[in-house]
Nanobody, 123 residues
Framework: QVQLVESGGGLVQAGGSLRLSCAAS????????LGWFRQAPGKEREFVAR???????RYADSAKGRFTISRDNAKNTVYLQMNSLKPEDTAVYYC?????????????????WGQGTQVTVSS
């Protein structure tokens, strides 16, 4: 069992930055792949970025060059550094975990989810 708690969301102006954190409880954090997803009002949840158990990363096209996902296994935490934010990045951001050996960008394959943190980017 893994519990995930996101933090770091908030209100920021376009062009600004935020760093989201997701703290995990439970054992063997290093054996999990972690993903960030987001859901805007009236839209489906979409993939943003993921970092696998072996630290390989993948980004949605909308995140490439602006967002960076990283993990600190000693702190059981995954981060999403978001730079050059745009109003269209406004959404609730969710952290999710999937157990080794799965490496995926599909939300349906992630087993554990956090409660989400709101990111609002004003123009």
């Amino acid at each position: 069992q893994v519990q995930l708690v996101e933090s770091g969301g908030g209100l920021v102006q376009a062009g600004g930055s935020l760093r989201l954190s997701c703290a995990a409880s439970g054992r063997a954090f290093s054996n999990y792949g972690l993903g960030w997803f987001r859901q805007a009002p009236g839209k489906e949840r979409e993939f943003v970025a993921r970092i696998s158990w072996n630290s390989s990363t993948r980004y949605a096209d909308s995140a490439k060059g602006r967002f960076t996902i990283s993990r600190d296994n000693a702190k059981n935490t995954v981060y999403l550094q978001m730079n050059s934010l745009k109003p269209e990045d406004t959404a609730v951001y969710y952290c999710a975990a999937v157990q080794y050996p799965v490496i995926t960008t599909s939300a349906n394959e992630y087993t554990y989810w956090g409660q989400g943190t709101q990111v609002t980017v004003s123009s």
